[in-house]
């Protein structure tokens, strides 16, 4: 059993070998001159686990190409990032499924799949093979806990989040609560937590996704504005599209956690070990 990975989770592939006390295998990726991409793997194995986060549409395409390279349905595969989760239903009639459509996909040539923090656990459904997903939560509690910070409050940005954010929490035994959204004008709206306040307290806003950031941007400037000591921002896939990292630091967060689902100079935890207890166990 060896590893490979695609062009972008390279990182994440070496720490889970290291993890599984196996190697990776090399591969060559470039593309042809009309931009279709080009991959060559090493000497597989009879068995290989094909890593690879799908972090944009390129990523998507070269994971296909790495499937069909392996060739071998005793393959595994480990999905640590998986984007087009959250667009998990028809909002509006004409739309795709997106994650069904990519589930789709990657049913065909594997044994199975492992997924961390998916969106909703719900679309695992969508796999026609077994499909797990494994959480970091508890990994970024510990992380949390290295900050030897002062009874720190644990925030997730609304109830959805509100689950993960108790699990981190209960690392630490901390407070914990999600932020409620009140409308006060047509243009104003207050975000605050629920029960708790935030007045002279370390905050950490912790979610699935960061992707613009905009949502714990704009709690961070209120959870100031109430108070806070400190905000700090946490999520598992650090997607922060568009300069998102610069902008959330701009507004005064203390720091930018995320896991190494996406490989970022932010990526301060990591979810290799949890995937490869999850692969060894049955
Ligand atoms: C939404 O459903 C996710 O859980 C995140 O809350 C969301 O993706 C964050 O988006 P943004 O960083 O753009 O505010």
């Known amino acids: 059993m060896k590893v490979i990975s695609t062009e972008r989770s390279q990182v994440f592939a070496t720490?889970?070998?290291?993890?599984?006390?196996?190697?990776?295998?090399?591969?060559?990726?470039?593309r042809f001159p009309d931009g279709e991409h080009y991959l060559r793997a090493g000497v597989p194995d009879d068995e290989m686990i094909i890593v690879g986060s799908v972090v944009?549409?390129?990523?998507?395409?070269?994971?296909?190409?790495l499937i069909d390279a392996c060739d071998s349905s005793v393959n595994r595969l480990v999905v640590p990032y998986l984007a087009y989760a959250r667009q998990d239903k028809r909002f509006?009639?004409?739309?795709?499924?997106?994650?069904?459509?990519?589930?789709?996909?990657?049913?065909?040539?594997?044994s199975d799949i492992t997924t961390v923090n998916i969106h909703d656990r719900d679309v695992l459904r969508y796999f026609s093979i077994p499909a797990r997903d494994i959480s970091v939560a508890r990994d970024l509690g510990e992380y949390i806990r290295t900050l030897d910070l002062d009874n720190p409050?644990?925030?997730?940005?609304?109830?959805?989040?509100?689950?993960?954010?108790?699990q981190v929490a209960s690392v630490g035994g901390?407070?914990?609560?999600?932020?409620?959204?009140?409308?006060?004008?047509?243009?104003?709206?207050?975000?605050?937590?629920?029960?708790?306040?935030?007045?002279g307290r370390s905050v950490f806003i912790v979610?699935?996704?960061?992707?613009?950031?905009?949502?714990?941007?704009?709690?961070?400037?209120?959870?100031?504005?109430?108070?806070a000591d400190d905000v700090y921002a946490a999520c598992v896939h650090g997607v922060l599209t568009g300069g998102a990292y610069a902008r959330l630091m701009a507004t005064g967060i203390r720091d930018v956690v995320c896991s190494d689902t996406i490989e970022r100079a932010c990526s301060k935890l990591s979810a290799?070990?949890?995937?490869?207890?999850?692969?060894k166990t049955p």
């Not at 509006?92 to 594997?110: K, L, N, T, Y």
């Open 15 to 30: 720490r889970l070998a290291r993890a599984l006390k196996t190697t990776v295998v090399e591969v060559t990726y470039s």
């Open 56 to 65: 944009d549409n390129d990523a998507l395409v070269q994971l296909l190409l």
């Open 92 to 110: 509006h009639a004409g739309e795709p499924i997106s994650i069904r459509a990519v589930a789709q996909v990657f049913s065909r040539g594997i």
């Open 153 to 166: 409050l644990i925030l997730s940005p609304d109830d959805g989040a509100l689950a993960f954010a108790r």
């Open 174 to 199: 901390w407070d914990v609560d999600h932020l409620e959204k009140t409308r006060l004008s047509g243009v104003e709206v207050k975000m605050a937590p629920k029960q708790l306040c935030a007045k």
């Open 207 to 227: 979610d699935d996704i960061i992707s613009t950031g905009g949502t714990i941007a704009t709690a961070a400037g209120m959870l100031y504005g109430q108070g």
């Open 272 to 279: 290799a070990d949890g995937i490869a207890h999850a692969l």
